[in-house]
């Protein structure tokens, strides 16, 4: 069956312009959480959404906000690019939350440059 | 707090021997880790899983421990092959932090010929 699908791949931004990322789970995972992994501090958690809303949510600024559709598929934005949000952003998708989920599979990533 | 490290950020491998990987765990009420092999360019992809209520699984070439009484979680790969160099994350979860998979800084294993 298909994997955990991430676009773009790769992307540069300039500094002050937003973002959108796209992550399409594997079909019949309801959970997709989306983690930043840096050199400096690893894979830091974003936000969780499980059908349709935001379960939990990590400590970044407001300016990342995440959602989720009926067909599970998550998108993530990032609004007033600083050069720090440079980073790889994953996407991983569970069939399950909470203390049931012991099911996750990343996607691939997409690099975000900002300038 | 919680945090997840492991004990090393490199390690050096000649091919054929085995490989151990260590991670420490700070949350005490984690009930579930994970392993997980990133190579580059790609995503994590997971290689073995263990619960709380267990202190050893076994994979294929791959053994997980994990001692509660020490709050240490190992991961020993048998006769390593050069597939094997890529960075390595441990990842625990637990109710204090809802369950939410919190990872390790990371150990990258570089495999000798």
Known sequence: K???TQTPRYLIKTRGQQVTLSCSPISGHRSVSWYQQ????GLQFLFEYFSETQRNKGNFPGRFSGRQFSNSRSEMNVSTLE?????LYLCASSPRTGVGNYGYTFGSGT???VV | GESVGLHLPTLSVQEGDNSIINCAYSNSASDYFIWYKQESGKGPQFIIDIRSNMDKR???RVTVLLNKTVKHLSLQI???QPGDSAVYFC?????SNDYKLSFGA???VTVRA
Do not use: I, K, M
């Open chain 1, 83 to 87: 050069l720090g949000d440079s980073a």
């Open chain 2, 91 to 95: 990842a625990e979860r637990g109710r």
């Open chain 1, 111 to 113: 690099r975000l440059t």
């Open chain 2, 78 to 80: 048998a006769a390593t």
């Open chain 2, 106 to 108: 990371g150990t990258t």
């Open chain 1, 38 to 41: 840096t050199p400096g501090q």
């Open chain 1, 2 to 4: 298909a994997g955990v």
């Open chain 2, 58 to 60: 076994q994979g294929q």
